[in-house]
């Protein structure tokens, strides 16, 4: 069941967006092919910040290198194109919103990249 109340905040394609959700004090639902992750304000904040660092890192990284984002259990992989993308997208989300969440200063998650 969906929130009617959901406003879509960006978009790569049909199942890779961002969304936000005022209900429980705002959530983030940010899908990314098979999987959707439910994100505080915050959280998210902090996952912008995360993926903003290890794209700066990676970026010495083999154009072929893979991209794996941990978050929690969960692995995202995705190329250095995708790794871009992404970041483009949680940027872009941040924009629509309309005030930029204040960044959480150690996140929920103990392992985030690999």
Same mark, same amino acid.
């Given at each position: 069941?969906?929130?009617?109340?959901?406003?879509?905040?960006?978009?790569?394609?049909?199942?890779?967006?961002?969304?936000?959700?005022?209900?429980?004090?705002?959530?983030?639902?940010?899908?990314?092919?098979?999987?959707?992750?439910?994100?505080?304000?915050?959280?998210?904040?902090?996952?912008?910040?995360?993926?903003?660092? =290890?794209?700066?890192?990676? #970026?010495? +990284? %083999?154009?072929?290198?893979?991209?794996?984002?941990?978050?929690? /259990?969960?692995?995202?992989?995705?190329?250095?194109?995708?790794?871009?993308?992404?970041?483009?997208?949680?940027?872009?989300?941040? =924009?629509?919103?309309?005030? #930029?969440? +204040? %960044?959480?200063?150690?996140?929920?998650?103990?392992?985030?990249? /690999?």
């Amino acid at each position: 069941m969906s929130c009617p109340h959901l406003r879509r905040l960006a978009t790569l394609s049909e199942f890779r967006y961002i969304e936000s959700c005022p209900c429980s004090g705002g959530i983030v639902h940010l899908s990314w092919d098979v999987a959707t992750l439910h994100l505080s304000l915050k959280d998210f904040a902090w996952l912008v910040e995360v993926v903003d660092e =290890a794209v700066e890192r990676n #970026r010495f +990284e %083999p154009p072929e290198a893979l991209f794996v984002l941990w978050i929690g /259990n969960l692995a995202l992989r995705m190329s250095r194109a995708e790794e871009v993308e992404l970041r483009g997208m949680l940027h872009s989300a941040l =924009a629509e919103m309309s005030q #930029r969440p +204040e %960044p959480r200063s150690s996140g929920p998650f103990t392992r985030l990249l /690999n």
